[in-house]
């Protein structure tokens, strides 16, 4: 999986609990992202980021948050977990962006009872 | 909004036959469209990609054949193998603006189904 681990691999939580999972990449690439991977809906980016405290919005972001305060971690943030984020999130690195190869982790599956 | 919509959404082949899975896309700014592969328990990975400057890739038994006009891209397997069974992932993104950032919006998935 490209020197990148997710972390945990999985959780199961009680509806209103904050959740962090944790991105960690050892290949010094630049751009990072999370997904989250559902039925019928392929993968949806819910954020991403371009540079150390660089982030920005995906297009599933309500909910999340993200920080980035190293170039090895990207770690995303429930604030108080829903059922409708039960998912798996995977994880995705670049060195160059656009028009270059994702390397995704291995996911996290998490449930949100 | 859906901007990638694939099909079929899933697909069952006899080895040796040939897997066609179809995308079709909305945002005539994309300009990069890689496929992904997954397996079960496993993140996607890159399998192919083309760029709209040309109409076809191939790689081994792997072919993209892009149809600008249409806003059409499918992927052909060709011999399958039941090693191919996997979940297909089309995607496609934009660097209009130069602020893309390498962003993804991907297909909804075919699970690839190879019977021996």
């Known amino acids: 999986d490209a020197g990148i681990t997710q972390s945990p691999r999985h959780k199961v939580t009680e509806t209103g609990t904050p959740v962090t999972l944790r991105c960690h990449q050892t290949?010094?690439?630049?751009?990072m992202y999370w997904y989250r991977q559902d039925p019928g809906h392929g993968l949806r980016l819910i954020h991403y980021?371009?540079?150390?405290?660089?982030?920005d919005k995906g297009e599933v972001s309500d909910g999340y948050s993200v920080s980035r305060s190293k170039t090895e971690d990207f770690l995303l943030t429930l604030e108080s977990a829903t059922s409708s984020q039960t998912s798996v999130y995977f994880c995705?690195?670049?060195?160059?962006?656009?028009?270059?190869?994702?390397?995704f982790g291995p996911g996290t599956r998490l449930l949100v009872l | 909004q859906q901007q990638v919509k694939q099909s079929p959404q899933s697909l069952i082949v006899q080895k040796g036959g040939i897997s066609i899975i179809n995308c079709a896309y909305e945002?005539?700014?994309?300009?990069?469209f890689p496929w992904y592969q997954q397996f079960p328990g496993k993140g996607p990975a890159l399998l192919i990609a083309?760029?709209?400057?040309?109409s076809e890739k191939k790689e081994g038994r792997f072919t993209i054949s892009f149809n600008k006009s249409a806003k059409q891209f499918s992927l052909h397997i060709m011999d399958s193998q039941p090693g191919d069974s996997a979940t297909y992932f089309c995607?496609?993104?934009?660097?209009?603006?130069?602020?893309?950032?390498?962003?993804?919006?991907f297909g909804q998935g075919t699970i690839l189904t190879v019977h021996p």
């Open positions: 995607a496609a993104s934009t660097n209009a603006g130069g602020t893309s950032y390498g962003k993804l919006t």
């Open positions: 980021s371009y540079g150390v405290k660089d982030t």
């Open positions: 083309i760029r709209p400057d040309v």
């Open positions: 290949e010094n690439h630049r751009y």
């Open positions: 945002n005539t700014a994309f300009d990069y």
């Open positions: 995705a690195i670049s060195l160059a962006g656009i028009g270059e190869t994702q390397y």
